[in-house]
């Protein structure tokens, strides 16, 4: 068996003249690193393109970090299998990894009689797609389960399998796996064309030329895009939809237990107000159609409409702070189902439209493929002995690092990272290579300061490690997110 040294290994633009790969994986999504893991955990030797300078820095950067169980998705649909699918992998392999996990349950809440009427009809719903630890809640085991709820509900179900999990570790656990078994990834790689002859592809980048047997585009936002390159047609159309959110400061989340969520329509699943598994209080997302597949920037207006609702949701959010605001870029399409196709005749795999429901269906997404790859004719001798790689716990949900000893004291207060999370971080197969990398390693700067005390610490501790030093003259990123706007109105 490999050991975890001698196996995490990059890659840079010399190694795409020497090596040829059984499959490359095109996008470092939180699917994307799914699916390098999957394949290398079945012998296949596997290369991760990324045109980014980091992991998740795409549609995968800003979600809810919930764990869907399934329950209320078109039946029998490729969504439904690949969530279901990734929900119980997940279950089965996450103390392996050391992913935290916040047990809540989610109560769907009808706030008028229409709404109330469709509720039976999700419970069948639910039940058909094998999620059956539901029940049908009345006014007053609401009011008990959740006290601090506006009380305009006219009813509820409560949902026992859906909860909260960290949307940053967990992709970041699926690639450390993936390396740790041969994989390779490439950084800062931009997929520009592809040949297909002789039964291989030649995939001409930013670093080179790379070659494999078979191409897989996970490449979310762009997915449509590398399709008409590689392959000249694409099935699907990507139509951006943002999602703004509001983050909540800690004292928030004393008011809530449970994941209140809307009534879901064919759109979308609404407006969520939940706990982070990082102990803030969440509330969002919006769901706006754009063009740009880049612009997350968020809006005056569409926060404040969020604050409104959150706050008609649970009216305690009155008196609580807004710590933070993000948005996210869905790669919805002109679907409501994933958009995941296969071209035996090209070996080509297309893995399209992967919307809200990535984090929870993207290890069953990653089985899926590698299904449609054995399907293609192709096989491989699996691994017998996985390595199970762990990464330091920045979730609330368990001993931290700054209650360990000699961790070089702490440097971002506000979310408690120490010194040496920051440094560990900063090194390795995987290594943080900008801020925001950097945070979603740790937390730190996500906390009520957005960096204001610990920035000049930062900037002196990744001045080696990052091309673009930090500014510490920028303002907090709160104030650039309205945030403070929000708080005073």
């Known amino acids: 068996m490999k050991t975890q040294s001698s196996a995490q290994h990059t890659h840079n633009a010399s190694d795409s003249k020497r090596e040829h790969y059984d499959v490359i994986v095109i996008g470092a999504g939180v699917v994307g690193c799914a699916m390098t893991r999957r394949f290398a955990l079945q012998g296949a030797k596997v290369l991760l393109l990324e045109k980014s300078a980091d992991i998740l820095e795409g549609a995968s950067k800003g979600n809810s970090a919930i764990l869907h169980t399934g329950f209320d998705e078109v039946a029998n649909s490729i969504e439904h299998q690949c969530v279901t699918a990734g929900y119980q992998e997940f279950i089965e392999i996450r103390e392996q990894l050391n992913l935290p996990l916040l047990h809540t349950g989610a109560m769907v809440v009808a706030w008028n009689d229409e709404q109330a009427a469709t509720l039976d009809g999700l419970m069948e719903k639910s039940i058909k797609n094998g999620v059956t630890d539901i029940k049908r809640l009345s006014t007053k085991q609401i009011a008990a389960k959740e006290p601090h709820l506006a009380n305009s509900y006219t ?79 694409a099935t699907f159309t990507i139509k951006p939809r943002k999602g703004q959110f509001l983050v909540y400061d800690k004292a928030a989340s004393k008011f809530l237990k449970t994941i209140i969520l809307p009534v879901p329509t064919k759109v979308t699943k609404g407006v969520v107000v939940c706990r982070t598994i990082f102990g803030n209080l969440l509330v969002g997302p919006t769901a706006d159609e754009q063009q740009s597949r880049e612009d997350s920037c968020v809006d005056r207006a569409s926060l404040n409409k969020l604050r409104i609702k959150g706050e008609q949701i649970l009216p305690a959010l009155a008196n609580i702070p807004i710590t933070a605001t993000y948005a996210g870029i869905r790669p919805a399409t002109q679907f409501q189902d994933y958009c995941i196709q296969p071209f035996t005749a090209q070996n080509y795999i297309s893995v399209g439209g992967i919307r809200s429901t990535g984090l929870s269906g993207a290890l069953g997404i990653a089985k899926y493929v590698f299904e449609l790859y054995n399907n293609m004719g192709n096989k491989h001798l699996a691994v017998e002995q996985y390595i199970w790689p762990k990464v330091n716990q920045i979730a609330e949900a368990s001993i931290r690092d700054w209650q360990k000893v000699d961790n070089g004291g702490i440097i971002c207060h506000c979310e408690l990272v120490t010194r040496r999370e920051i440094e560990q971080a900063l090194t390795g197969p995987l290594a943080a290579a900008s801020l925001n990398a950097l945070k979603r ?49």
Not at 445 to 473: D, P, W
């Open 155 to 233: 009813g509820a179900i409560f949902v026992a399998g859906e909860h909260v999990i960290d949307p940053w570790t967990t992709p970041y656990s699926y690639l450390l796996q993936a390396l740790a078994h041969g994989a390779g990834v490439s950084r800062n790689t931009d997929v520009l064309s592809g040949v297909f002859e002789a039964n291989q592809w030649q995939l001409v980048t930013s670093k080179g030329t790379f070659s494999a047997n078979t191409v897989i585009n996970c490449a979310g936002l762009y997915g449509d895009k590398i399709d008409e390159a590689l392959i000249k047609k």
């Open 441 to 489: 390693r740790t937390r730190v700067t996500m906390g009520r300061c957005q960096g204001f005390y610990c920035t000049a610490n930062l900037s002196e501790i990744t001045a080696k490690h990052f091309k673009e030093a930090i500014n510490v003259n920028l303002p907090p990123e709160n104030k650039e997110g309205f945030a403070e706007e929000l708080n005073n109105a």
